[in-house]
């Protein structure tokens, strides 16, 4: 059996829990510049260069996956949301995007193998694959529309190092997640496929949508069943959303993607909205009984935390999700399914 219908057949059982962020992690540990750089020659500061502590304290990073584990998280996805070229070009660190990727896909599949060993329990890597910061579909430039600062092939490479840096590691699935830009995560999904052909294998997709207001579109314009339109060819194990907001607010926005998607749906929402300094206030029980609202409405397959979630915020998710049953994934619609900004339906 694939470890996609590995997946797949567990998570017909219950519903399965992924874990959260290791941003808030990290600065709960108030990590100095020179805890991030460790003695690398670099001539940035590095300070707030979360994926480089893949390399330089792998042992900070071990602990928060260890304690999602222990919170019940099942899937645990890599800390490389910005281990990239182009993000890392910020921090002058470009050159070390592989070896972050790497290292972290290590680590990760290190617990995992080992948590699994002591209990038997299936657990699973997921690389993570952040949006970068540049974007295809939108010009940063208000008086030059035409303008892009990165092209379709570019992007695609960068990820493709990424991916394959990940998958030495030891990573299950590839996760592309927080995705703002549609077109972005085309490149992504590319890349993906690109290096299933080269491997010889199944590299399974996760997919996650982030939302960047309530009327339910992404930054590029797409709504989210036009995002599935979008990206339903790549067959991804899982889709749903991320970020964004908290529990409550995606909710509609999932229930419209529960009915559509014909695929399991992982969706992971922030500790509730930021305060005014940026700091999620929103407690664990708080996050819980908004995601007992999804379970009542069988909205979900897979569920974690997002921003300001803590292991905390997964352990009181994994109890609300206690003996409640997963969502019923729905058979394949005969119609042609298509999507500018908007879903185009054409019924057989």
């Known amino acids: 059996m694939s470890i996609a219908d590995t997946l797949r057949a567990e ?89 972050m990727n790497w290292a972290s896909a290590r680590i990760m599949r290190e617990v995992a193998d080992r948590y699994t060993a002591k209990d038997g329990k299936p657990r699973w890597v997921a690389g993570a694959l952040g949006p970068t910061n ?13 303008f892009r600062e990165v092209d379709f092939d570019t992007v695609k490479d960068v990820y493709r190092e990424q991916i394959d840096a990940l998958i030495e590691g030891g990573v299950d699935f590839i996760l592309i997640e927080t995705i703002f830009d549609t077109l972005n995560a085309k490149a992504a999904i590319m890349a993906t496929l690109e290096a299933e052909q080269a491997l010889g294998r199944e590299l399974p997709l996760m997919i996650s949508m982030t939302l960047t207001d309530l009327s339910g579109r992404n930054l590029s314009g797409h709504t989210v069943e036009a995002f599935w339109a979008s990206v339903r060819h790549a067959r991804p ?25 014909d695929t399991l749906i992982m969706a992971y929402p922030n500790a509730g909205l930021p305060n005014e300094l940026g700091e999620y206030d929103e407690a664990a029980e708080e996050t819980a009984a908004q995601v007992r609202e999804w379970l009542d409405a069988g909205l979900v397959n897979i569920v974690g935390g997002c921003c300001g979630t803590t292991p905390a915020h997964i352990a009181a998710i994994a109890e609300a999700t206690r003996g409640r049953e997963p969502r019923k994934v729905p058979a394949a619609p005969r119609q042609t399914l298509l999507a500018g900004l908007e879903p185009m339906v054409i019924a057989a």
């Open 134 to 146: 540049k974007t295809l579909s939108l010009s940063p430039n208000v008086n030059d529309p035409a």
């Open 237 to 261: 194990v899982t889709i749903g959303l991320n970020c964004s907001f908290g529990a409550a607010q995606l909710r509609p926005h999932l229930a419209a993607l529960s009915t559509l998607a």
């Open 11 to 99: 998570a017909a059982k219950r519903i399965l829990i992924k874990d959260g962020p290791y941003g808030t992690g990290i600065q709960a540990r108030k990590l100095g510049a020179d805890d991030y750089c460790a003695g690398l020659d670099l001539v940035k500061d590095q300070k707030g260069n979360n994926d480089l502590l893949n390399i330089t304290q792998p042992q900070v990073i071990r602990s928060i996956c260890e304690s999602f584990a222990d919170a019940g998280a099942e899937i645990l996805a890599t800390n490389t949301f910005n281990a990239n070229r182009i993000s890392q070009g910020d921090y002058g660190a470009e050159d070390l995007a592989a070896e």
